[in-house]
């Protein structure tokens, strides 16, 4: 496993054009957290995991495997990559996990069947609210939080209910999604690590 659980990953503006073209084309989306409105920044999840690990992306293939993950790596390893967005870095200046926010996988998102989950988290600098929407500006850091095996989350994840308030950072759940704190995900597995040449 990596040293560092938290990893700060390279991402470019190549990419937010391509996860803006995706998202625009995609639109609304039903087993979605933000009915879609996080689409771009998932998107931009995918890219910048599939290009820190060598992976491909299949999330707008054709099939119905396009469900089910969203990232295929070089050993065949189907991977689905969950993007939240924050105005705050995850990690203290040490590089130390911060302790108290979590990851989600929503419950109309059980269905999908991947090999691993990885875990990402996008730092803007600033959000504002516009028509009832929370739009995002200026990206920081993004940030892999860490990995987790479908059965090993599902077995240490909070089901939280849809309005219920998560009373170790005062977040609003949205819908019915499982959560689980950074702190309980594996590092990012060596495997995908890139390798120092």
């Not at 119905?64 to 990559?81: A, L, N, S, W």
């Not at 108290?100 to 059980?110: C, G, I, M, R």
């Not at 819908?175 to 309980?184: A, G, K, R, T, W």
Request: charged share 30%.
């Amino acid at each position: 496993m990596a040293q560092n659980k938290i990893i700060r990953i390279p991402w470019d503006d190549r990419m937010v054009t391509r996860a803006q073209k995706k998202a625009k084309s995609l639109g609304k989306i039903n087993n979605s957290i933000l009915k879609g409105g996080g689409n771009a920044a998932g998107y931009l999840g995918e890219e910048a995991v599939a290009a820190y690990i060598k992976a491909k992306i299949t999330s707008c293939d054709e099939g119905r495997d396009k469900y089910d993950y969203d990232i295929t790596t070089q050993d065949g390893r189907c991977i689905e990559v969950k993007t939240k967005r924050r105005t705050v870095s995850c990690i203290d200046r040490k590089g130390n996990d911060i302790g108290h926010y979590e990851v989600s996988v929503a419950k109309t998102s059980v269905h999908q069947r991947p090999d691993l989950y990885i875990f990402v988290s996008i730092e803007f600098e600033d959000v504002r609210k516009v028509n009832g929407k929370k739009l995002y500006y200026g990206i920081r850091n993004i940030e892999i939080l860490g990995q987790a095996e479908p059965e090993d989350y599902f077995a240490k994840a909070k089901l939280m209910r849809k309005d219920d308030v998560d009373q170790s950072n005062g977040f609003v759940t949205l819908v019915d999604m499982y959560n689980l704190p950074i702190s309980e995900l594996e590092p990012l597995d060596d495997s995908l690590l890139p390798q120092k040449q």
